[in-house]
């Protein structure tokens, strides 16, 4: 099966950079190969409900202020796969998907791929994260979709372990005690397969909590981990902690 990923993405500016994240992400790429095309989970599309993007040409969503000018004409001219986004509406059967024609790739998803997959030739469809929902819904809904790595399909999860921009400092970017307890802990559940307790992040304890400051940069780890079989390895990488922002990501198979 095609291998599933959580990438921390950190600040949109990896998108314009070569540093050791962006390395890490590229390694991932060449280490799975070219899929048949990508679902991607990324925190930056929120809804109530679970949508699909079903749009043959997704824009690109530069959802963010305050960043250089040429962060912002970046585009990434991915094809959608609307045959395969009405598939996965089928698939799902916890809950109701409906289509959205309108959305396309918010910077969750394109900043990380433009590194992965630089010449955009990979269908790539977006599902959103309904935040009405609990972890357990979650982690149905990433259960539902994993025949679909039977097919070459990447499932990409993309937000950090630990998000609390409302503690991050641009001025001292050493990693924070309870941000590094945090990640490990999270880190921990991942490694010993306890998708249970992932799911139940709200019972994780202060310092946990206190990196999850909204669920949707921390939910797209569950849609990666969800997928784990029995006797699939797990690989760490980029596990790296800037201030109050983990990088940690996760490869699953």
């Known amino acids: 099966m095609t291998p599933a990923l959580f990438i921390g993405h950190g600040s949109p500016m990896n998108a314009l950079e070569d540093n050791a994240f962006t390395r890490g992400w590229r390694d991932a790429a060449q280490r799975i190969g070219r899929p048949t095309a990508i679902v991607c989970i990324s925190a930056h599309w929120t809804t109530r409900g679970v949508a699909i993007c079903t749009a043959p040409q997704p824009r690109t969503i530069h ?35 409906y289509e959205d024609a309108e959305w396309g790739l918010d910077h969750g998803a394109w900043s990380v791929l433009r590194v992965m997959y630089p010449g955009a030739d990979v269908p790539t469809v977006q599902l959103s994260l309904d935040m009405s929902q609990s972890g357990a819904f979650h982690c149905q809904v990433a259960r ?39 990640d490990a802990t999270v880190r921990g559940l991942v490694e010993s397969g306890n998708h249970t307790a992932l799911a139940d992040w709200p019972n994780l304890g202060a310092d946990v909590l206190r990196g999850i400051a909204g669920p949707e940069h921390f939910l797209p780890l569950i849609y990666a981990v969800a997928q784990r079989t029995a006797e699939e390895p797990i690989r760490i990488f980029n596990d790296s902690i800037i201030g109050s922002i983990s990088m940690t990501s996760v490869q699953i198979g």
Do not use: C
């Open 63 to 97: 959802d963010f202020g305050g960043f250089p000018q040429a962060l912002f004409d970046v585009l990434y001219p991915a094809p959608g796969d609307p045959a395969l986004a009405r598939r996965i509406a089928q698939m799902v059967k916890s809950t109701n998907v």
């Open 144 to 182: 539902e979709l994993s025949p679909l790595r039977e097919e070459g399909v990447l499932i990409l999860g993309s937000g950090n372990i630990v998000h609390n921009l409302s503690e991050f400092s641009f001025r001292d970017p050493r990693p924070l005690e309870w941000a590094v307890r945090a």
